[in-house]
C-alpha cells in the first residue's frame, strides 16, 4: 500500500467511524429519545470501531517479510493489501473475483482480475505461494471457527464479508447481549442472509461462553 493509499483508507474509515456516531445520534433525536441516555454503550461501540480502523490500516501497511509468500487463493484483503502496487480497491477487486469461485493456479490465471495485467502479474509472483484446490479445502477443513463470544475485532476482520464497522457492531451485539446460536448475526446491522450463509462454516458459537 502507498502512502497515499494509507491516507485514502484512514480518512474512509474513519468517516465510517464518524457516520455512525452521527446516525446513532440523529436516529435517536428523531425517535425523541435523550440524545445522552446510552451514552456509555455508544462509546463502547465506537471505541471498538476505532480501533477496528487502527488495526485494519496497521495490518495493511505491514510490507512482507524476507521470504513471506502470500497465498492468492485464501488471503484475506488486508493481506493482499500488503502486497507492492495492491491497495484497497484492487484487494476487493481480488477477493470479488475469488468468490465468484474462481481458484488461482499459476500467475497467467491473477490477469483475470480487473485491474491485473501481465506485468502486474508478473511482478507480483516471486511474492506468492499457490495453493491448489484440494490442498485449500483440506485446509479450510483444518482452520479452526472463530467464535463470536471470543473473537476480537482483528478476528472478525478476517471473516468474509466482514469490515471494521461491521466487525465493531457485532462486539457492541456480544457485550449488550452474547450469541446464543450464529443465527443471532442477522440482529447486527448490516449482516443480511447471503452474508450469514457466508459466514456459517467460519464462526461458532461456544456455548459454554454464555
Known sequence: MTPGERSALRSALALVVVAAAVR???DRLSAGADPLAGRPDQAAALKAASDSVRDEIE???RPLAAGERVDPNRASA???DRLPGVGPALAAAWIRHRETGAVFRGVTDLEAVPGIGRATALR???LLQFSTRESMLE???ETPKVDLNAADSAALIA???IGPALAGRILARRRARRFAAVDDLVEVKG???STLDRLRDRVVVDRRRR
Open 139 to 141: 485446509r479450510r477443513e
Open 191 to 193: 449482516i443480511g442472509p
Open 78 to 80: 488486508a493481506q493482499l
Open 159 to 161: 471473516l468474509p464479508g
Open 59 to 61: 495490518r495493511r501497511s
Open 124 to 126: 507480483l509472483a516471486p
Open 24 to 26: 446513532a445520534g440523529a
